[in-house]
């Protein structure tokens, strides 16, 4: 859209506009060279500096539950065990599931990009607490170094959801290592929405009201507050399996008189919640990248940022759903059963907002709106098939199958990790300055949609075809898909690896991004790339609404913030 | 067709043509009506999914910035957000009213069920018929007969699933669960384990075997143990010694057992309770929490000191107490009968628990 230049030439398949390579130079004042040495970045309070250290050590505990993944499909190349012992196998899923979910997943977007974005995209210069920030980066180094020690130790194989009196009292592997920290990574996620919650309401530059703020911000914001109301009910859940566990109180042994069927509540309670701290701000990223690359402001602004606050809402109140056979009340199950369907309804709306965004708009296909493409298609194959799940009598059948294992892979890696890599490539300019490899990355966003499919579209009919989760060894009748499985995991291996070596080379030997590569109207494409420690020079004002790309056109300097 | 690609794909190909099937045997009753749902629910899936990506498709084409360079913006339209807020929340409210009463048609159990008892364990399933008959890691029903399975576990939790028949429901330590379904094709079934339940999960699998009514009749026969559950019930009541203060007099210290099963009764804290199976068990277990109105607490705690079994066979022989003439049989029996029975040892004592 940007008007001047692209009048006479021919109109350019993308949108992309660079600064002059010839001349271009990286600013000599930003946050990255602010300080040098190592301490400058250990001490930091910068929430763009905190966001770094997280994305580095998520990036490094991502591949780490990739390799572990890789290892569960080689394993289930053969019907027989034949690859690792079963204890082993347990362990690898276990670890895989404790590190992607809660090292990974819940982290992904918001200590990154929401951590890097939030406070630019209000128009203030930190987050409301940048101690607490740096405090919640330890925590969360703490929890994961705890989980390597288990890890390394020998393993721990309680799955990752520790079911109670398994966890309690069968298994003698390092199971309070692992709750530890879960637990302490756990603070690490309420400090993290805590300071959201805080910035949100009290740190929004003048003019920015609560419905011109990005639909990032709000997703965000949903997402918090049920990091910081359901992650003590995680807390608590795992400090009465380690109570149990060192001092015999009978809490979930129905032997010394506890419930077994308490620890599935109070896991539930957190980890569906959870399943939305993933997702919301994953939502958040492709509400901004359809936005850009359609040119258009997202459609119904206001129906999709209820939306996210609708699912945080009702996210709290369907938990029960992951144990309609564990013989509760039939009637009980009635409830959640229809109002896991309740839930579903502002997903459906997202998908069909996002979707007439585009409509009448101007589109390009970089590399983030690939992803969010491939984030679009996923998440609706992901959305739909929870339908199945949430409806009483077809869970009985599906539940604990691999049908569940391919239905939230899809939401969570199909839906998740694709809006996080478009996210990290949406921003990568912005947060080095850099570009990447715009043909690579379109290829890796190919092959990681390929390989995705062809890894998780099986597991949907093993699981109909009744083949359960968490099995080392399977009847030889399920082998075939099971064998198309690991084909595709090898794909989605190589399209996970991608982005990690071009990226990496990117930092030296990226075209000089310039500060709106994307013309794009968020407050902060209109600062300096990288951003100066303070972000901003002066306090700006928000005199538009979001997502306004006429004002966007009529700015005639938009670098008027920039120092050289 | 082979010279032209790898012998080995085509290996691969032909395999899965003639072994792999993209879809369960329909063995039970209630498969079809899973079934329904489940083309439901994949119609829908594909219908919105295509519908999804047709119109992603639809704009990417027409709205591409070579053919459309100014975007034109639009707010929103209340029309069409009504439109996909109501035609889904539609389809979800269908889905489950159609899911919740498939739900219940699956889980409860129609009166005349026969009833087999289901214990599971780390890692094997223990099957017994009310006639005595053991099976471990293996199930024998008849076709045409409604089934019902009680179930409890001896340690933690795991899950009965017979893919075939579309049932499946967690087995709990502590409390039993219950499940039914009637078979319709004779044949071989797999059974899983389907909640993870530690080292020898996946080797936690039967073999359920559907038999026609005579076949079902001669299998029984054949392995008869020569007692039933009652029967071990029985001895075991005796050696225990309930029979003591459960003796149907009318001094007893302990309430009449005969006719209780089914009934309702009024406990010391006034409230009104239906005898069923897990009230048995609980209060064998937990006496202090069941006083009948009328009795004195007097009546110690067994926990810890009958297996599961053991309460299976009490239940059953209990369930089957139609008055008073077994109880003073068995008062006698005991009486004469010195050898006392061999009791199954107490689960925990089994188990090995830390």
Known sequence: MSTANSQSAPISHTILSLPDQSTARMPKRSYLNNEDGLLSWLLTGDHKRIAILYLISITFFFFIGGAFAGLIRLELLTPQPDLVSADTYNKFFTMHGIIMVFLFLVPSVPATLGNFLIPIMLGAKDLAFPKINLLSWYLYLIGGTLTLAALVLGGVDTGWTFTTPLSTHYLNTHVLTAATAIFIAGFSSIFTGLNFIVTIHRMRCPGMTWFRMPLFVWSHYAASLLMVLGTPVLAIALVLVALERIAGIGVFDPAKGGDPLLFQHLFWFYSHPAVYIMILPGMGVISEVISTFSRKRVFGYTAVAFSSVAIALFGFFVWEHHMFIMGVSNYSALVFSLLTMLVAVPSAIKIFNWTFTLQKGSITFETPMLYAFGFMGLFTIGGLTGVFLGSLGMDIHLTETYFIVAHFHFVMVGGMLMAFLAGVHFWWPKMTGRMYPESLSKLAAVTTFIGFNLTFLPQFILGYLGMPRRYHAYPPEFQVLNVLSTAGATVLGIGYMLPLLYLGWSLKYGAIAGNNPWQATGLEWQIQSPPITPNFIETPIMDHEAYDYEWLANQTKHEVTTVG | MDRFISPVLWQFLTKWLHASALFPAEASGISPYVDALYFFLLLMTIIGTTLVAVLLLTFCLRYRREKNPVATQVEGSTLLEATWTIIPLAIFLLVFVWGALLY???????????????????????????????????????????????????????????????????????????????????????????????????????????????????????????????????????????????????????????????????????????????????????????????????????????????????????????????????????????????????????????
């Open chain 2, 104 to 354: 219940f048609r699956i889980y409860d159990p129609p009166t005349n069920a026969m009833n087999i008892y289901i214990v599971g364990k780390q890692w094997m399933w223990k099957a017994e018929h009310p006639g005595g008959q053991h099976e471990i890691n293996a199930l024998h029903v008849p076709t045409g007969r409604p089934v019902q399975l009680t179930m409890i576990s001896q340690d933690v939790f795991h899950s009965f699933s017979i893919p075939d028949f579309r049932v499946k429901r967690e087995v709990i330590p502590g409390r039993y669960s219950t499940v039914w379904f009637e078979a319709t094709e004779p044949g071989t079934y797999h059974l899983f384990c389907t909640q993870y339940c530690g080292t020898l999960h996946s080797m936690m699998i039967g073999e359920v075997t559907v038999l026609t009514p005579d076949d079902y009749k001669k299998w029984l026969d054949q392995s008869n143990s020569g007692m039933s559950l009652a029967q071990n019930g029985e001895r075991l009541f005796a050696s225990m010694g309930c029979n003591a203060c459960h003796s149907g007099n009318a001094a007893a210290r302990g309430p009449n057992l005969a006719g209780v099963y089914g009934s309702k009764l009024i406990l010391t804290d006034g409230s009104e309770r239906l005898v069923d199976d897990a009230y048995l068990r609980d209060a064998i277990l937990n006496p202090s929490q069941h006083v009948t109105a009328g009795y004195a607490p007097i009546m110690p705690t067994y926990q810890g000191q009958i297996s599961e079994d053991g309460l299976i066979d009490l239940v059953e022989y209990i369930k089957g107490l139609q008055n008073n003439y077994r109880v003073q049989q068995t008062l006698m029996t005991s009486q004469s009968d010195q050898a006392a029975p061999t009791t199954p040892t107490a689960a925990t004592n089994e188990t090995g628990k830390p």
